[in-house]
């Protein structure tokens, strides 16, 4: 109705429409607003644990080449000296081997935490959104 009670007419029918998509359009933006942070926020995470993941790799290689130097420094006192000498360098050469090998196993499990590399949770939310809007839509 209008100010003067009477009836709207054809145009000012369609306003109510108009506003209904008005505000579908500003909530449509800002449910995309918030998946992309969702997703960055996400990303950002992951980037993390790939950065960790690569950190301990290379603490890994670090300690196989240390590990490969006792290895010759092992192989040296063996030939050059008694027993109790090289004895000692092959401790020390295996303790380097564990070490190496727990820092890769730490690695490989910081890379598996973060793969895949994709924003799965960002993508389910969009899914969900996505059907909500079609179900609505139905109706």
């Known amino acids: ?3 003067d009670g009477s009836p709207r007419t054809g145009s000012g029918a369609q306003e109510p429409v108009g506003e209904l998509v008005q505000r579908a359009t500003q909530q449509l933006s800002q ?3 918030d998946e992309m942070r969702l997703a960055q926020a996400e990303m950002t995470e992951k980037g993390k644990r790939f950065g960790k993941g690569g950190g301990l790799f290379g603490g890994a290689g670090l300690f196989g080449v240390l590990t490969l130097q006792a290895l010759s420094a092992t192989a040296i006192a063996a ?3 008694v027993l109790d000498v090289w004895a000692a360098a092959l401790i020390v050469t295996g303790a380097l081997a564990c070490i190496a090998g727990l820092m890769a196993a730490l690695g490989k499990g910081q890379v598996s935490k ?3 590399a994709a924003p799965e949770e960002a993508m389910d939310s969009v899914k969900a959104d996505v059907a909500e809007i079609k179900e609505r839509a139905r109706r």
């Open 114 to 116: 973060a793969s895949p």
């Open 79 to 81: 030939l050059s000296l």
């Open 1 to 3: 109705m209008t100010a």
């Open 31 to 33: 449910l995309v607003r």
